[in-house]
């Protein structure tokens, strides 16, 4: 099957992102990416690109290049599932917050929506890409749904999951360590499966293109989301660990590194790992291996939760003990809010938390983040529904520059990666502050040396 015509439901951190590099690799194929957002899409219509909904480097001048040749958002839902051969779904699959699975599993409701929407609608037969993270066997789901519609549209299914990361997701999805397609075994399954491959093809080496049987695909996604949490969490038991021998965790860090077998990658010791998807999956798995009886299984993966949760807590309770045990009235300022470096992202940031646990203690936070807004820094705090909006907007002020934020501070806590801080004047910082003026890093950014020569008391994870 010849694809001329995608489309992708659910123009989020996902959808949005991998649409554009299709559209711009592809530029024989028709991307439109719908949404019932209609402020996300008349954000990605936003003539200036710079405006788009998703701050990722080099994306808008992407979706400058292809917007409007072969690359549209819109709202009308039903109009491109109707026209299209292929239609992802991206929308999110957050974790359940009601029912049966409460707090683990993924809510797949949005999902089914969609599915019932395309049965609704198609007058052709369709190939449906699952985009998002799925629980193993969700395929199975929606074709049963798609399958009831008797009006004889054949529809085949493929998993397809995205492995981008935030912050890096243009540079992952030009150059992705593999695309990993899983489908039916069946001819016109793998018809289907080529037609995907085709279109990887454009600008994917063949040899990074996967193909798998559709379970296979669905739990490997959530296996790399847990390995990678897991090895954080690894590193993270460790530093405090090393914290309290006087090892140093970015040494050991290194010396394990080396190891060919182990790697160097995601051995950040870290205030914690936060993002949309690491949490989310892990408890995904859990509930599944739980709904399975392997409770074993479920008590080990989910310890790389409890470990993160740990890893936060102990960090809010190392600023308070180090401030005298008391930051009622402290002026706290906080270099990011967002979960990483580059994104504006601030879903389960780190962030989020340790604020919370110092406003529990009635500190004063001052915020700055280089990409999230005051709004969504109070919406976080709100959604925890701790304390009312109004004290949190009281007791939590944002700032669009770092050095009204740290002035007058009694300590600074770094909660995002990102590189600017580095650059800062830290003379011109210290200078404003009270006095003894501490450092909690978070994210082990900044050089100790240099500010511990300016005077400041420097706290690092992990050492
Ligand atoms: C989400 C999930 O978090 C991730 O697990 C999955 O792999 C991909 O989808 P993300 O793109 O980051 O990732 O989510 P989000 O930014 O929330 O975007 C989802 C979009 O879908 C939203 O803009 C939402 O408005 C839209 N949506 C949701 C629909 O258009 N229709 C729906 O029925 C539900
Ligand atoms: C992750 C996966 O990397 C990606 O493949 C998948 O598609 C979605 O989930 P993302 O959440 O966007 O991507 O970012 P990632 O770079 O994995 O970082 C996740 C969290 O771990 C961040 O809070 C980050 O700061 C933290 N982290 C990462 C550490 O604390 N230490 C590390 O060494 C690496």
């Not at 701050?55 to 979706?63: D, F, Q, T």
């Not at 609704?120 to 629980?135: C, F, G, H, M």
């Amino acid at each position: 099957m010849k694809i001329t015509k995608i489309c992708c439901i659910g123009a989020g951190y996902v959808g949005g992102p991998t649409m554009a590099i299709i559209a711009q690799k592809c530029p024989h194929i028709q991307v439109t990416v719908v949404d019932l957002n209609r402020e996300r899409i008349a954000a990605w219509n936003d003539a200036d690109t710079v405006n788009i909904p998703i701050y990722e480097p080099g994306l808008s001048a992407v979706v400058a290049e292809a917007r409007g040749r072969n690359l549209f958002f819109s709202t009308d839902v039903a109009k491109a599932i109707d026209e299209a051969q292929m239609i992802f779904i991206s929308v999110n699959t957050p974790t359940k917050t009601y029912g049966s699975g409460k707090g683990m599993a993924a809510d797949l409701k949005y999902i089914e929506l969609c599915a019932r929407q395309i049965a609704a609608i198609a007058k052709d037969n369709k190939i449906v890409v699952e985009k998002s993270t799925l629980p193993v066997r969700t395929a199975e789901a929606l074709k049963s749904i798609l399958d009831e519609t008797g009006n004889g549209v054949q529809f085949q299914i493929l998993s397809n999951p995205e492995f981008l990361a935030e912050g890096t997701a243009v540079d992952d999805l030009l150059a992705p360590d593999r695309v990993l397609i899983g489908g039916d075994s069946s001819a016109a399954g793998e018809q289907a499966v080529q037609a995907l491959v085709d279109i990887y093809a454009n600008w994917v080496p063949l040899d990074r293109i996967l193909r798998t049987n559709l379970w296979s695909s669905e739990l490997s996604k959530l296996t790399a989301n847990a390995f990678l949490a897991q090895r954080i969490s690894s590193i993270n038991a460790l530093s405090e660990l090393c914290e309290v021998t006087g090892a140093a965790i970015n040494e050991v860090a290194k010396a394990i590194g080396m190891d060919s077998r182990i790697g160097p990658k995601f051995l950040n010791a870290s205030v914690g790992f936060g993002g949309s998807c690491f949490q989310k999956d892990i408890l995904n798995l859990v509930y599944i291996a739980k709904s399975y009886g392997l409770t074993a299984v479920a008590d080990y993966w989910e310890q790389v939760i409890i470990l993160n949760d740990h890893q936060k807590r102990r960090f809010s309770n190392t600023i308070v003990k180090t401030l005298y045990n008391t930051v009622s009235d402290k002026k706290i300022a906080f270099l990011g809010w967002a979960f990483k470096k580059d994104t504006n992202d601030t879903r389960e940031s780190a962030a989020i938390y340790v604020a919370d646990d110092l406003l529990n203690e009635q500190a004063q936070l001052a915020i700055f983040d280089p990409k999230v807004s005051r709004n969504k820094m109070l919406a976080d705090l709100d959604y925890l529904a701790t304390r009312s909006s109004k004290d949190n907007a009281k007791n939590a002020t944002s700032f669009d520059e770092p050095y009204s934020a740290c002035e007058n501070a009694h300590a600074i806590a770094v909660l995002t990666e990102w590189e600017e801080f580095r650059a800062y004047d830290w003379q011109r910082i210290y200078d404003k502050m009270q006095k003894p003026a501490f450092v909690f890093d978070g994210r082990n950014l900044l050089d100790r040396a240099a500010l511990e020569a300016i005077g400041f008391v420097y706290f690092a994870i992990g050492s």
